[in-house]
T-cell receptor, first 115, second 114 residues
Framework: AQSVTQLDSQVPVFEEAPVELRCNYS??????LFWYVQYPNQGLQLLLK??????LVESINGFEAEFNKSQTSFHLRKPSVHISDTAEYFCAVKGYSGGYQKVTFGTGTKLQVIP | NAGVTQTPKFRVLKTGQSMTLLCAQDMNHEYMYWYRQDPGMGLRLIHYSVGEGTTAKGEVPDGYNVSRLKKQNFLLGLESAAPSQTSVYFC?????????????FGPGTRLTVL
């Protein structure tokens, strides 16, 4: 079985401050890891993903996430947030379960950027 | 490419009514999924399909049925709607069975059951 834990349901942060959104996972098989972003009244969009290779992955809008196998974590960070980053962020893991590529989503973290 | 589209965007039903949500994708993806999103619960998989003519149950399939008669379409049906089915429904698709491929999501359907 696999699971994803996002401990923080809401994270308020001032504009231009750094932020870290935490994601921990558990799985009995190797997994791929994803971060999705959901802007208000929209569907989810892929932000970044870890498949293999370098444990640090980056998105085009300044977010980065580091895969830490020993701590089973995939935390999302940004050194300086903007108002436009206000959204809900979902961590997801994908692994095989019963012959099917099972995707498990976390419960989401709402990032509120304060002007 | 339109990507993944969903119709309708909003719907209000009375308890006991039925309806069908339509999902369409133009990316030639094999896999398609239906999720529901409820506050504080993230996304929960209702049903999924690994190819045309196939369907399978996800985490929360009760009260829903699906069909995948054409590769590009995935229909979600509610035969007798209940207030507990008030939610936002998302359709998603992915290319194939390899784990490296992400899912592409539609814009969602907001359903209210009175």
């Amino acid at each position: 079985a696999q699971s994803v834990t996002q401990l923080d349901s809401q994270v308020p942060v001032f504009e231009e401050a750094p932020v870290e959104l935490r994601c921990n996972y558990s799985s009995s098989v190797s997994v791929y890891l994803f971060w999705y972003v959901q802007y208000p009244n929209q569907g989810l969009q892929l932000l970044l993903k870890y498949l293999s290779g370098s444990t640090l992955v980056e998105s085009i809008n300044g977010f980065e996430a580091e895969f830490n196998k020993s701590q089973t974590s995939f935390h999302l960070r940004k050194p300086s947030v903007h108002i436009s980053d206000t959204a809900e962020y979902f961590c997801a893991v994908k692994g095989y379960s019963g012959g099917y590529q099972k995707v498990t989503f976390g419960t989401g973290t709402k990032l509120q950027v304060i002007p | 490419n339109a990507g993944v589209t969903q119709t309708p965007k909003f719907r209000v039903l009375k308890t006991g009514q039925s309806m069908t949500l339509l999902c369409a994708q133009d990316m030639n993806h094999e896999y398609m999924y239906w999720y529901r999103q409820d506050p504080g619960m993230g996304l929960r998989l209702i049903h999924y399909s690994v190819g045309e003519g196939t369907t399978a149950k996800g985490e929360v399939p009760d009260g829903y049925n699906v069909s995948r008669l054409k590769k590009q379409n995935f229909l979600l049906g509610l035969e007798s709607a209940a207030p507990s089915q008030t939610s936002v429904y998302f359709c998603a698709s992915s290319y194939d069975a390899t784990r490296r491929n992400e899912q592409f999501f539609g814009p969602g359907t907001r359903l209210t059951v009175l």
